[in-house]
């Protein structure tokens, strides 16, 4: 309708535009139907407009596409904003794009329409430095849309599935997400999972059809899948609503574009007490200790962040604050495996520095670590493979790299957690011991002597083993740069992030491992 032919004065004339417009609005925002509706209320899920609700600041949704519907005719009435929201939003005062599937329409599948819907936000969020939030629920590619040769052989997006890391990812899977949600959350740097959703590359139905084998949609890919096995999650929650809070919460630790330093936060009004640290190390090398109550001994309090808790527990990934600055953490944790790093941990270990170091994260290295967990099953799993991968990956790291040696250190992993001059500066605390191998281990390989057989024997050769391996000795040689007091590490950490942290490019790295593929 125009004001020409709508016929009637003025007056009239927009009045039947404001209907024709209010109609149109009504028809999209209604959704899948009052029904659809219902239903997931009943299950205490939101939709995907109270998700963006939940996410951000009030009334700061934008929205484009709102009226854009399936390209085919017979489909259009029944796919309202064609099963994909998307838009601008504000979380926190900053500027986000934002994509949430409408799993009541369609089931929010992957359509020519919608799909110009992302490729135009994400578009706008690389070229204008915005994060990406997708909140992924989708039934996969539309059908028959997709099939024969014209559908599956059509388009031209070659870069559709690129990632630059101009600007942070982030990814909610809540609910059903098969083909293009699932492609997108493997891409995030961060991956929050509701427990109840899947995630999987196709449904339950097409993969038991395919393999001929009846399979629960958990097992296929549920939390526990990937939150313990393959790593893809980061984060698990109940509830749709925590699921946007931790959507919040991770990009308060991000800056907006890889061009920014991570936004500061306040300092704390009481610094943490260091001395705990000593009451909670071991200083034997063979007890156990969680070192996550360490590391809160001196960051800022309830500053830290942790990624994949789940996956890789002999491993300690995780954002924090010391004075308001972020960092990245990592850290092996002696009470899972001894602090030994297996292939998974490898794995964890280097896509966290492709995150800090693609958004300008300083890294501090926490270490105390038995060396690599050898055997057939790390063999097989291409240990040799994913330790130089590791090594590659610190050494393009370009952000500033602190290592702490908080007790036991031995062989190749000394170089992996930054020691051989793999950091800027390396940090020991007395109770540091660095060497090729444990020393009692040592013995046995080098001398064929064992303690049960001929404990003096053992007693003297172990001794000599242990020669100097101390923090003292290291520092000697000045491949260790600083031995300080636990309950001095705090201070120290800030006094070197004030110094390393800026320099010459503002705190901007060169972000050598952009491209670098971390959806494993």
């Not at 009637?8 to 009504?26: F, K, L, M, P, V």
């Not at 009226?67 to 939003?89: M, T, V």
């Not at 059908?143 to 101009?166: F, H, K, L, N, S």
């Amino acid at each position: 309708m125009t004001i020409a032919n709508a016929g009637g004065d003025a007056a009239a004339q927009w009045a039947a535009i404001d209907r024709e417009h209010a109609a149109h609005t009504d028809a999209a925002l209604a959704m899948g139907g009052p029904a659809k509706l219902a239903k997931l209320r009943e299950r205490g899920l939101l939709n995907a407009r109270e998700r963006i609700e939940r996410l951000a600041d009030p009334g700061s949704f934008l929205e484009f596409g709102l009226f854009a519907q399936s390209a085919r005719p017979e489909n259009r009435e029944r796919s309202p904003a064609d099963g994909k929201l998307s838009g601008l939003a504000r979380v926190d005062g900053r500027e986000i794009a934002i994509v949430s599937n409408d799993f009541t329409v369609m089931g929010a599948s992957s359509s020519t329409v919608n799909g110009r819907k992302i490729g135009h936000v994400k578009d706008l969020a690389t070229r204008r430095g915005l994060p990406m939030v997708f909140l992924g629920e989708s039934t996969g590619a539309r059908m028959p849309d997709v099939m024969g040769a014209r559908g599956i052989g059509a388009g031209d997006r070659p870069t559709q599935y690129r990632r630059m890391r101009e600007t942070p990812w982030v990814s909610a899977v809540l609910g059903h997400c098969y083909g293009s949600s699932s492609w997108y959350a493997a891409l995030s740097d961060y991956v929050v999972m509701r427990k109840g959703a899947v995630m999987a590359v196709s449904s339950v139905k097409l993969t038991s059809m395919a393999i001929s084998e009846a399979m629960e949609p958990e097992d296929l890919g549920g939390w526990r899948m990937h939150a313990d096995v393959t790593g893809m999650v980061d984060a698990v929650v109940d509830s749709d609503e925590e699921a946007m809070d931790a959507v919040r919460r991770f990009l308060s630790y991000l800056p907006s574009h890889h061009r920014q330093t991570p936004p500061a936060g306040p300092k704390p009004a009481q610094a943490p007490d260091g001395m705990r640290i000593r009451d909670l190390l071991k200083l034997e090398r063979t007890k156990v200790y969680d070192m996550r109550r360490v590391i809160e001994a001196f960051i800022d309090p309830g500053s830290m962040l942790e990624l994949k808790q789940r996956f890789a527990k002999n491993m300690i990934t995780a954002l924090a604050r010391i004075d308001g600055r972020v960092v990245g953490l990592i850290a092996n944790n002696p009470l899972h495996k001894g602090g030994a790093i297996d292939v998974p941990a490898c794995e964890k270990a280097t896509s966290f520095m492709v995150l800090c170091d693609s958004f300008n994260v300083p890294l501090v290295f926490l270490v105390d670590q038995p060396g690599f967990l050898i055997g057939i099953e790390g063999e097989r799993q291409g240990a040799i493979g994913r330790v130089m991968n590791w090594m590659n990956a610190l050494s393009l790291v370009t952000v500033p790299k602190i290592s702490l040696i908080v007790r036991k250190t031995y062989g190749q992993a000394v170089l992996n957690m930054g020691g051989g001059g793999n950091a800027d500066v390396v940090l020991m605390w007395p109770s540091a011991e660095i060497n090729f191998m444990d020393p009692r281990h040592a013995v046995t390989i080098v001398h064929g002597v064992k303690q049960e057989d001929d404990p003096q024997r053992y007693a003297e050769l172990l001794a000599q083993m242990s020669h100097d391996t101390s923090a003292y000795e290291m520092a000697s040689a000045y491949n260790g740069h600083m031995v300080i007091l636990p309950e001095q590490t705090r201070d120290t950490l800030g006094r070197l992030l004030d110094g390393l942290a800026l320099g010459l490019t503002d705190g901007v790295g060169e972000h050598l491992m952009r491209t670098w593929p971390t959806s494993y």
